[in-house]
């Protein structure tokens, strides 16, 4: 059987920490910003783990599993 391919855009927007969660970006940060607060602009900066109940999913994008 040969070996799972990684998605190429789970790659580009997960990132593996080093006790095993997975890291995301927020969404809703590239356009648009004038309307949003400069609390929400700097919450969304920020990286995120991605929900236990989306894990699996992701695992399986990325080829871990």
Do not use: C, E, Q, W
Request: avoid cysteine; aromatic fraction near 4%.
């Amino acid at each position: 059987m040969p070996k799972m391919k990684t998605k190429g855009g789970a790659k580009k927007r997960f990132r593996i920490t080093g006790s095993g969660k997975i890291k995301r970006k927020h969404a809703f940060k590239s356009h648009i910003l004038t309307k949003k607060s400069k609390k929400r602009k700097r919450n969304l900066g920020y990286d995120a783990i991605v929900h236990k109940a989306d894990v699996k999913n992701v695992k399986l994008l990325l080829a871990m599993k």
